[in-house]
Nanobody, 114 residues
Framework: QVPLVESGGGLVQPGGSLRLSCATSGLIFSINGMGWYRQAPGKQRELVARMARDGITNYADSVKGRFTISRDNDKNTLFLQMNSLKPEDTAVYYC????????WGKGTLVTVSP
């Protein structure tokens, strides 16, 4: 199995910020673009943001201007900076490669609530 370990979730008030991290192996990180996905209660998993190997990014319309995806190649870690959080951002957040081809990790829960 591919190691994908998400962290950084928590409870935050609307308008707040969180930074998620995803650690994986050097090999996986070096050969793949990477992405963040989320699954809200009762909904299907959806793409949040992804970054190709050349650094080109794309975002779901719902998070554009609020979320930023980045990666630290030296630490084999993917990040998601989430600002101006809204209750509708509440979900379990997962990382995977650019095309979501690997097994899913446990994810990290983000709860946005007053």
């Amino acid at each position: 199995q591919v190691p994908l370990v998400e962290s950084g979730g928590g409870l935050v008030q609307p308008g707040g910020s969180l930074r998620l991290s995803c650690a994986t192996s050097g090999l996986i990180f070096s050969i793949n673009g990477m992405g963040w996905y989320r699954q809200a209660p009762g909904k299907q998993r959806e793409l949040v943001a992804r970054m190709a190997r050349d650094g080109i990014t794309n975002y779901a319309d719902s998070v554009k201007g609020r979320f930023t995806i980045s990666r630290d190649n030296d630490k084999n870690t993917l990040f998601l900076q989430m600002n101006s959080l809204k209750p509708e951002d509440t979900a379990v957040y997962y990382c995977n490669n650019y095309f979501a081809q690997y097994n899913w990790g446990k994810g990290t829960l983000v709860t946005v609530s007053p």
